[in-house]
């Protein structure tokens, strides 16, 4: 009670300055009023009572003070105090203010776009029914594995299965791209999401036999229906089957949004063909630790793997089903759950640049502590304590970094489309919401103490009277005669800062090589000339034997379009950086069973001749190897030299594992491709088979990409392309036409978007440390201007003193950059997994780089060693 | 015995209490009354006195308000409140107990030692 009263009391004299003011001052004039009252009744006259009653109360501004003091008031007083005179000493000098603010604006808008950043994909949990308690389990199930799975589970209490996908609806009759999520029964409950309008999706609903319903996502509701609440009832057409609209809920996981959700049970008849596998997410019971859970999952899904296999279980599937383990990822965090390499990297890239921004603003305030170091003395010479001091110079270098983190604020909100461009394509912007503002708002004010605190603990510790008596600065050895310890602190901050900056300059050469590397890399086919579109026949309900004769309409229609040199299609675009599922392949050609993933496409005749990749040995596939005809593959170099050592593969066998299990025989060998520049970076060997279209498995139809190369006038076969498809049939869904060179470059946005980011910053980096450089050497100039005067009178040359300055700039790079080489030797390894081609110490770049800061460093020490050669003795030796 | 005495540290606080636990005063008044009850034997600085109930207020030992004084002026008057008169209370025994210790030790001769 008693520390509410102080608050209060405390609060009222704060919130009610004027009034309490006003009321202590009645208070004690009474008290003056009524003592001198009672001294004219003992029979003074009024103006000897009024003299006698002020001189015995004694100073009223002292009482006053005293009074202020007593509630705690002061405090709050001198900040008000203090800041308006920092707000002062800031416009004093604006050019120092402009560049401080600034620089930690760089600093701490960095740091705030890349945490927010964070925030969003990996820390915030969802706003979901105890999210900490949900994980997702690391693998694709199929459906009767998941129930099996959710049926026999003891660690988890409830589950749900989910999966997303692209879907064509239907509305009022007109065809609509959208996301379809299909979700169990349990979904809603387990979740503890609730409708907005009607109701969620039930287990009832989720049995096949039951109605055909589905639910809105909150999102698509307000975008497309614009928030009606007639939309209850009304039907959206799938894949032409009717489902009734029956609630509208939140969507949560950013990643995995949906416009509509529909019953699991209905997964079979709408899903892509190609996925049977659906996302499994449960709810830990408090009881069973992840690791325990882990465990018991494994065990269960190893077993109820064996049951599917049944009597056929060969050693083989023996051995892959003892591989399979189950394992815990915390799912209720936002869509990315993995804090991904890249964020990693910008993490440490902007920390680096915010310690870079604090070096530099505690060097200019070191700089101005030296020029300010006669206002201070005199401060402390007529009795201000030194805390009282240190305290006003902290509020300065804290508005500085407030004011800073403001400017910062706007920087992030501008630039985070870059910076979200590392996690995804759609870009989410930086949002400043609360956590992204306290966040801004501690970093802004720990940078403030952090940069702000040596400064003002340096400043206030003058000896008063030289700093009284002479306003020059003494004489020594070095350039930084001054103060001997404070000059090494300003020496050591220039050095740190070169390093970091050079270590910084380090990684941002190294990821711009591999970037120029990987872009030039073979990708094993020619990109240019290459036209792509989509074409997605099972959206609208094609069976796969009416797919297959719509296939080769399309294509005879393509081959047939001016222009066109040749026309192909395939299941899986190239270098979409996703191959599917790849196959297992026990080859027994060499005597021995071995079950390995290869790269599985299915494709059409003259893909090869297409997509420029060369045909070895062997034959194309041709319009006879139709779905009744014997089963036929060709293999990639790679594939073919490690199965067939130096045998001719042609004519050989081998069988796909998890299909009817039928022979396949080799027909013919074509050179290796990247499928993606990450196999590559691994050194992944790009073993790949490739079926025809015609024999695919049921899992591989439903949908293919048509590749055109264009002999001339792509830009109109580009428009012809949808046209041909359209002619076939008016509802075939198609996709936006595209350049196979396009989605090669595209694949390279993520490293691109971080190699833009650490270039960008390690310039920013670069300019910072030379304004550290030139800010440091010109200030150490002006200081000495007398003793180079001297010096010049007694006779030194010109050159010995360009040679002076230039050597203290020498020797601080130096020291710079050796610390910097040994930091970046020790902080680029941490980064070898994003680098193409080059070692992660390559010391080409090393060598590059450190002469690129080497030249900067001497630009900027070289201004002002310039305007110290030109110093007129006559004038330096007047000048104090 | 008439010279006046200058106050012991830290007693003016408990003074104070005393004084507004006999009736609400305002600053002048706490004045007047201790030197009244001390028969004028403690000197107190006029000004000094100040800071004294605006601290002893942000403990919230006493409160105030504005009310009339004898002469029809505006002044400020201070009244114990609930926590003030408990705090008066173990302030008054703790210096009764002080006062016995260091008057017991004071009166000690040599054979008690």
């Known amino acids: ?880 | 015995m008439d010279k006046q005495m200058e106050l012991l540290q830290g007693t003016l606080d408990m003074l104070i209490l005393k004084a507004v636990s006999l009736g609400p005063l305002h600053g002048y008044g706490v004045l007047l009354r201790i030197q009244q009850i001390s028969k004028d034997r403690l000197e107190i600085q006029q000004g000094s006195l100040y800071p004294a109930p605006y601290r002893l207020e942000h403990q919230g030992w006493i409160t105030s308000a504005w009310g009339e004084s004898e002469n029809n002026r505006k002044a400020k008057y201070y009244r114990l409140t609930a926590a003030g008169t408990r705090k008066l209370q173990t302030e008054a025994e703790r210096w009764n107990r002080m006062a016995d210790v260091i008057a017991a030790i004071l009166q000690s001769t040599a054979e008690e030692v």
């Open chain 1, 1 to 880: 009670m008693r520390f509410g009263t102080r608050i209060r009391s405390w609060l009222r004299v704060v919130v009610h300055r004027l009034r309490a003011e006003r009321e202590m001052d009645a208070e004690l004039r009474f008290h003056i009023q009524a003592f001198a009252e009672d001294l004219m009744r003992g029979g003074l006259s009024r103006e000897e009572a009024q003299r006698r009653a002020r001189i015995e109360f004694g100073g009223i501004e002292r009482a006053k003070e005293e009074c202020r003091d007593a509630r705690g008031v002061n405090f709050v007083e001198a900040l008000r105090q203090d800041l308006r005179f920092a707000f002062r000493m800031l416009r004093k000098s604006p050019g120092f203010t402009t560049v401080g603010v600034l620089t930690l604006a760089l600093g701490i808008g960095a740091n705030t776009a890349i945490f927010s950043l964070i925030d969003q994909a990996v820390l915030r949990w969802l706003p979901i029914k105890i999210p900490e308690q949900l994980f997702e389990l690391n693998a694709d199930f199929l459906i009767p594995e998941y129930e099996k799975l959710a049926a026999h589970t003891q660690s988890f209490s409830e589950m749900f299965a989910s999966d997303k996908g692209p879907m064509i609806a239907g509305i009022d009759g007109l065809p609509e791209n959208i996301w379809g999520r299909f979700v169990s029964g349990t979904y809603y409950s387990v979740t503890g999401i609730h409708a907005i309008v009607g109701r969620v999706i039930t287990p009832q609903d989720d049995h096949s036999a039951s109605s055909l319903v589905c639910v809105l996502s909150q999102n698509y509701w307000k975008r497309r229906f614009g928030n009606s609440a007639q939309v209850l009832g009304r039907t959206i057409t799938l894949k032409r089957i009717p489902f009734v609209i029956v609630g509208v809920a939140p969507e949560f996981d950013t990643g995995e949004a949906a416009d509509v959700i529909i019953p699991m049970a209905t997964h079979l008849q709408l899903a892509m063909k190609d996925n049977d596998t659906v996302r499994m997410i449960g709810r830990l019971k408090p009881e069973v630790s992840e690791k325990q859970a882990s465990v018991e999952l494994t065990l269960v899904y190893r077993q109820i793997l064996a049951e599917n296999a049944g009597s056929k279980l060969t050693p083989a599937d023996q051995q892959r089903i003892q591989e399979k383990t189950v394992q815990l990822i915390p799912a209720g965090h936002g869509g990315l759950q993995r804090f991904s390499m890249e964020l990693r990297i910008a993490t440490a890239v902007v920390a680096i640049i915010l310690l870079i921004a604090c070096i530099n603003v505690g060097n200019l305030l070191l700089a101005r502590g030296t020029t300010r170091q006669r206002e201070i003395a005199v401060r402390l010479a007529i009795g201000a304590g030194r805390w009282r001091i240190v305290r006003q110079l902290l509020t300065e270098s804290l508005l500085l970094a407030v004011l800073g983190g403001c400017f910062g604020l706007l920087l992030a909100w501008c630039g985070g489309q870059l910076l979200s461009r590392l996690i995804s394509e759609d870009a989410t912007s930086v949002t400043p919401d609360v956590r992204v503002l306290g966040f801004t708002g501690a970093v802004s004010l720990l940078t403030g103490i952090g940069f702000g605190l040596l400064p003002a603990m340096r400043a206030t510790r003058t000896n008063l009277t030289p700093s009284l008596k002479a306003s020059g600065s003494g004489s020594g050895g070095s350039l930084f005669g001054a103060a001997g310890s404070r000059s090494g602190l300003v020496k050591g901050l220039v050095i740190s800062q070169i390093g970091l900056c050079l270590t910084l300059l380090i990684g941002a050469g190294l990821l711009l090589q591999s970037l120029e590397k990987l872009s030039k890399t073979d990708v094993g086919f020619e990109r240019e000339k290459v036209l792509l579109m989509w074409v997605l026949p099972t959206m609208v309900g094609y069976d796969i034997s009416q797919e297959n004769s719509l296939d080769w309409q399309l294509l005879s229609g393509l081959n047939a379009l001016p222009g066109v040199r040749s026309a192909s299609l395939s299941r899986l675009q190239l270098f979409s950086g996703y191959w599917g599922r790849s196959v297992s392949v026990p080859v027994r050609a060499s005597g021995r069973a071995e079950d390995v993933r290869v790269s599985c496409n299915t494709i059409a005749p003259k893909f090869f001749a297409t997509m420029g990749i060369p045909l070895l040995s062997g034959r194309d596939f041709t319009v006879a190897d139709s779905a009744t005809a014997p089963k036929v593959a060709i293999i990639s170099e790679s594939m073919a030299q490690h199965y067939f050592q130096g045998e001719n593969p042609v004519g050989r066998h081998f069988r796909f594992t998890g299909e009817d299990g039928t022979d396949v025989e080799i027909v013919g060998v074509v050179k290796d491709i990247l499928t993606e520049f990450r196999e590559e970076q691994n050194h992944r060997s790009p073993r790949a088979a490739y079926i025809p279209f015609t024999q695919a498995p049921a899992t591989m139809t439903g949908q293919a990409v048509v590749e055109v190369r264009a002999t001339a006038n792509p830009g109109v076969i580009a428009a012809a392309m949808p046209e041909v498809a359209r002619r076939l049939d008016k509802d075939l869904p198609v996709g936006a036409v595209t350049t196979q060179n396009e989605i090669v470059d595209q694949s390279l946005g993520g490293p691109r978007a971080l190699t833009q980011l650490t270039a960008l910053l390690g310039l920013l980096a670069l300019l910072l440390a030379s304004i550290g450089i030139y800010g440091t050497m010109s200030h150490a100039v002006v200081q000495r201007r007398k003793e180079i005067g001297i010096r010049m009178a007694l006779g030194a040359e010109r050159q010995n003193v360009l040679r002076l300055v230039l050597r203290e700039g020498l020797l601080l790079t130096l020291g710079g950059i050796s610390g910097g080489l040994a930091l970046g030797a020790a902080l680029t390894r941490l980064i070898s997994s994003q680098l193409y081609g080059l070692s992660a110490t390559d010391p080409l770049t090393f060598v590059t780089v450190s002469l690129l800061l080497a030249g900067v460093a001497f630009l900027a020490s070289y201004i002002p060693a310039r305007s110290a050669m030109r110093v007129d003795p006559m004038v330096a030796l007047r000048y104090e």
